[in-house]
């Protein structure tokens, strides 16, 4: 009886959230459109500033430029997606380029599989530590973005290290395909094999069963550990890649050249309509949202906002788009 009693009690409650301001804002970003209205508007503010920018020419420029911040959100997202998050994604990917720098001369192509395979055990390392120690995700992702910043800074001697040898087994990316950028048809092919897995693979329905609830979900009989140590491994992979697609593009890498695309790729997440909670979203979505934050700098850019302010508005986004979206009648937001 009294369980009863409060299951009405608690759908009362849901009715009545959905019907405020919030419920609705919160509806909406969860239903999958905001990211596209929020794309839409920014195209035409932005063409209205600067009609120019509507050209071919100028929107492949931004598909190119958006193909490194759509592959560290589709980093940060897989891991969203089971309610944890990971502050280690960017300087992983630091670490990686300037390893593949490093290797390209003496290694040839061969360095492109190497670079990945480590990233890929650096991030299956994440997630078991965060597993067996049950230390808090971004607690060990926070301790691991430290010992991924400090390699990168001994191994280029806070130097750039600029790629000369080898480097042609990566310039094809750079290029372009009937005008298209390769490297963005290659982040494509990437969310495709990504959206296949998480919709027919048993895998893809364990993380999004894990997120909703990780109790339940080990209750039904999801092994949690192993799904989330594949999880932080794919996530390395993911971060792997976008210091592949980032070297073949500036011809260089240095120690804090993802850096700085951190708080873009959160910001990307939570806008692309990704629960912060975990168990809602999906990978279409975090490419629309890349596209908005890749957007959104291109703007700040045109308008003049210096790049060093440029965090401040990524920072007050994910802020306003959490508060905005988060559902608290869950617990926990971040495990």
Known sequence: MTTTTETAALAI?????????????????????????????????????????????SLMSLLEQSAPLVLLALAQGVVVLTGRITLANATLASLAGITLAKLLGAWGGAAVPAVLLGAVVLGALIGIVHMVAQIPSFIVTLGFMGVFAGLSL??????????????????????????????????????????????????????????????????????????????????????GLAAVVQLAQLQSAGATTSDSLLLPSIAAVIVGGCSIAGGVGGIGRMVLGALVIALLRVGLDLVGVDSAYQPIAYGVIVILAIAATVDRRRGSVVA
């Open 13 to 57: 409650a849901a009715r009545q959230e959905n019907r405020t301001f919030g419920g609705r804002v919160r509806r909406l970003h969860e239903s999958g459109f905001a990211p596209v209205v929020l794309l839409v508007l920014l195209v035409a503010i932005v063409a209205i500033y600067d009609p120019s920018f509507l050209r071919v020419r």
């Open 154 to 239: 001994f191994l280029s001697g806070a130097d750039s290290v600029l790629v000369t040898d080898g480097y042609g087994a990566v310039e094809w990316i750079g290029f372009r395909l009937f005008g298209i950028p390769i490297s963005f048809l290659l982040v494509l092919l990437v969310a495709a094999v990504l959206m296949a897995v998480y919709r027919w693979l048993p895998i893809g329905r364990a993380v999004i069963a894990i997120g909703l609830n990780q109790r339940a979900a080990a209750f039904s009989g999801i092994r949690v550990d192993p799904v989330m140590v594949f999880v932080f491994a794919l996530s390395g992979l993911l971060s």
